[in-house]
């Protein structure tokens, strides 16, 4: 395999000298392969008996099948994961050995909210550019069908002071300031812990200082369903493998998406600002609305590698990567507009303008919050008062943008969405014959991530 390494500029081989490019002579490439994942399944159905690392384990093994890459050219593997299995902490690793690869492959596990798989990808990107590695492969799992539940602060430290008691009068003692309440469990929260606040709640702050109405967003959301289910039918999501699930059937597609009418939208009530919020369970990605509970969050995940074999076809490049973290103040009106400043930063960084990217896939964390930043790039005002910014950087064109549906439809597993957007920027970029792709996307605690793909030249 040729050797790999990334910079904030790529040296696109044997491009021709009239199109833009990102890259000087010498410097060497970083290039996606492949990116494959199993289907994104609603909670509670075939993953439901499950964990994590089987389902991490299933992808990489479908990652090893399409590409035949030797699992001993692998030389370290990184994976994104937001709400962790406490028994497999490390599910990079544990996946790893559940596929076969070597003990001596290290991996490790990263979070950052829902760019935890961005992430992990840019860790890889960067381990190639140190010349640390030659091949990595890079994902994200999010299983939410048994998450984490703990007993209350109070029984965890009676339970520990318990197993210390040496005597069975002390653990008597012990035993009888047991109260009712200790009992109550603590469920994870889709919360911030430094403002309590949800990212549902940011979403409908967000809406309504754009103006954004309820109609757009539910239109926007059946924009989503109806793109995700015609792209699914012409057989577009080429990263899909299927999955044998253990004592059950084969898993061929994902589950959640489901075109309704804007009649049976207009019927549910706001999920979070209630009674006058705008955000609802059919205009929010799967996994972040609350209720309801069951039938609304998404187990799956998606896994990428990073290398160059001899006589690869088209691949993209991964190019400059930007993240950004958001500082609380005056004009950061929500969580979720990092997408509106991270985006003309990684088009300077690349050389680019916004003209010049043919595929556009940002995360739909809700349509509530995609709308407003679509609003807020193509605003003067606030790229010159919010973003200290002379000019707009423009919104993208909607003919461009999410063409085979996005997070509402597709689902938002939080540690996996930024691979399944990066592999689907990539394989619109082979299909439609573009240059350059653009993903970014929103992330709890007000940061973000955008990231710049080109089709590596044959």
């Not at 990684?346 to 680019?352: C, N, P, T």
Request: with cysteine; aromatic share 6%; glycine share 8%.
């Amino acid at each position: 395999a040729r050797s790999l390494s990334c910079s904030s500029q790529l040296q696109a081989a044997a491009q021709p000298k009239t199109k833009k490019t990102l890259g000087k002579s010498g410097v060497k490439n970083v290039v996606v392969v492949e990116g494959v994942r199993i289907p994104f399944l609603l909670s509670g159905t075939s993953y439901a008996d499950l964990m994590p690392h089987d389902l991490a384990r299933a992808a990489l093994q479908g990652l090893l099948t399409r590409t035949s890459v030797p699992k001993d050219v692998v030389d370290y593997i990184v994976y994104g994961t937001v709400i962790q299995e406490v028994k497999t902490s490390n599910v990079a690793r544990e996946a790893a050995l559940g596929a076969g690869f070597s003990d001596r492959t290290p991996a490790h596990t990263v979070t950052m909210a829902c760019i935890s798989s961005n992430q992990a990808m840019t860790t890889g990107v960067g381990m190639i550019a140190a010349g640390q590695c030659d091949v990595v492969v890079a994902g994200g799992v999010e299983l939410m069908s048994d998450v984490p539940i703990r007993h209350s602060r109070k029984m965890r430290k009676t339970m520990l002071t318990l197993n210390r008691a040496k005597t069975l009068g002390q653990k008597l003692s012990l035993i009888s300031k047991i109260r009712p309440d200790y009992f109550t469990p603590e469920l994870p929260a889709v919360a911030e812990f430094s403002t309590s606040e949800t990212m549902g709640h940011s979403a409908d702050r967000l809406a309504a200082a754009f103006g954004v109405s309820r109609l757009e967003q539910d239109e926007y959301a059946l924009r989503s369903h109806t793109l995700a289910k015609k792209a699914q039918d012409e057989g577009l999501l080429l990263d899909v493998v299927p999955f044998k699930v253990p004592g059950k059937d084969t898993v061929t597609k994902d589950n959640g998406i489901r075109p309704s009418s804007m009649e049976q939208m207009g019927k549910l009530k706001p999920a979070f600002v209630k009674p006058y919020g705008t955000v609802t369970a059919a205009n929010s990605s799967f996994l972040v609305i609350p209720v309801p509970t069951a039938g609304s969050q998404r187990a799956t995940l998606s896994t990428l590698t990073l290398c160059l074999p001899p006589g690869n076809e088209h691949s993209p490049f991964l190019c400059p990567c930007f993240q950004i973290s958001q500082a609380q103040g005056q004009c950061v009106l929500s969580l979720s507009s990092s997408p509106t400043y991270a985006t003309p930063k990684v088009l300077e960084k690349a050389g680019l303008a916004l003209s010049d990217i043919d595929v556009f896939e940002f995360h739909e964390a809700f349509a509530g919050q995609i709308l407003a930043n679509l609003k807020a790039m193509d605003s003067d005002w606030f790229a010159q008062n919010c973003m200290g910014r002379k000019a707009k950087v423009g919104a993208p064109p909607l003919e461009k943008f999410n063409t085979w549906g996005g997070s509402l439809s597709l689902g938002h597993p939080f540690g996996a969405t930024g691979c399944r957007l990066v592999i689907t920027a990539a394989h619109r970029l082979k299909k439609e014959g573009g240059q350059f792709g653009l993903v970014a996307a929103c992330a709890a605690g007000g940061q973000g991530h955008a990231m710049i793909v080109e089709l590596y030249p044959q």
